[in-house]
């Protein structure tokens, strides 16, 4: 059961990742009025202070959800752990 846990957790972290990424998107597109810069052929040429600033948040936002799932996952486990003990 703690492999399924971990691989859930795994799933977790994905989708959150996913999501944040895309609420990062809007948010960018939303407060400067641009598309965020990706890189793409069609991309619009964008500022090195636009990019950074980006590469920052997107990396900020990616941190917090790596932890959080990280957290969330290692409780599951503990207290599936507890769970097996009173059994």
Request: hydrophobic letters at 45%; charged letters at 20%; aromatic letters at 6%.
């Given at each position: ?7 859930l957790g795994t799933g ?27 890189g793409d052929k069609d ?45």
């Amino acid at each position: 059961m703690s492999l399924f846990i971990k691989l859930l957790g795994t799933g977790v972290s994905l989708l959150a990742g996913f999501a944040g990424t895309k609420a990062v998107d809007v948010i960018w597109e939303k407060v400067t009025g641009r598309k965020p810069p990706k890189g793409d052929k069609d991309d619009v040429p964008t500022t090195l202070r636009s990019a950074l600033t980006f590469a920052l948040i997107s990396a900020a936002v990616s941190a917090i959800i790596q932890v959080l799932a990280n957290r969330g996952t290692q409780r599951a486990i503990t207290r599936f752990a507890k769970s097996q003990d009173i059994v």
